[in-house]
């Protein structure tokens, strides 16, 4: 089984400051990585995914993961962060053979002060 | 074009109501699903559909029935809700189950049982 420990349940953070969440998870199989946004009163959107390949992975609105496989961890960077980034922030993985099942991470709420 | 869509956005509903809500993708995606999410908590899977084909229940009571009548669209009929049941439900389709490919999610409907 699969599963995703986000430790930061809130990260506040100042305007133009960078900002880390963190996502840490655990597997006994082969797993795909995500993150995905979700602003206030909409759906979820996708930040970005780790499929294989190069570990540094770009999104859009300027975010980054690192996948890192020793340490189980997939956090989400941004050098700079703006008013427009408060939201929720979920880590999820699913299985690398089945995508169907997303295990999802608790969710981290990224709150910018001015 | 990646859009899913939801209606309706809001809805009210009492105990002994029949409602239904509806989500619609255009872009040839085989696998759709549907979410509850509670405030504050990630989204939990309610069911898939796989070419046009429900796949997997995750255990949701029968006031809940899931309907996919095409392709593109997937309903989610509502009877006898408890008000435990007010929640944001989304909608997410993909490839297919199967694939590497990203589950994309709509903007939801919110709902109120009385």
């Known amino acids: 089984a699969q599963s995703v420990t986000q430790l930061d349940s809130q990260v506040p953070v100042f305007e133009e400051a960078p900002v880390e969440l963190r996502c840490n998870y655990s597997?006994?199989?082969?797993?795909?990585l995500f993150w995905y946004v979700q602003y206030p009163n909409q759906g979820l959107q996708l930040l970005l995914k780790?499929?294989?390949?190069s570990t540094l992975v770009k999104g859009i609105n300027g975010f980054e993961a690192e996948f890192n496989k020793s340490q189980t961890s997939f956090h989400l960077r941004k050098p700079s962060v703006h008013i427009s980034d408060t939201a929720e922030y979920f880590c999820?993985?699913?299985?690398?053979?089945?995508?169907?099942?997303?295990?999802w991470g608790a969710g981290t709420k990224l709150i910018i002060k001015p | 074009d990646t859009e899913v869509t939801q209606t309706p956005k809001h809805l009210v509903m009492g105990m002994t109501n029949k409602k239904s809500l509806k989500c619609e993708q255009h872009?040839?995606?085989?696998?759709m699903y549907w979410y509850k999410q509670k405030a504050k908590k990630p989204p939990e899977l309610m069911f898939v559909?796989?070419?046009?084909?429900?796949?997997i229940n995750e255990s949701v009571p029968s006031r809940f029935s899931p309907e996919c009548p095409n392709s593109s669209l997937l309903n989610l009929h509502l009877h006898a809700l408890q008000p435990e049941d007010s929640a944001l439900y989304l909608c997410?389709?993909?490839?297919?189950?199967?694939?590497?490919?990203?589950?994309?999610f709509g903007p939801g409907t919110r709902l109120t049982v009385l």
């Open positions: 559909y796989s070419y046009e084909k429900l796949s």
């Open positions: 597997s006994s199989v082969s797993v795909y």
């Open positions: 997410a389709s993909s490839q297919d189950p199967k694939s590497t490919d990203t589950q994309y």
């Open positions: 872009m040839g995606h085989r696998a």
């Open positions: 999820a993985v699913s299985r690398a053979d089945s995508n169907y099942q997303l295990i």
């Open positions: 780790y499929l294989s390949g």
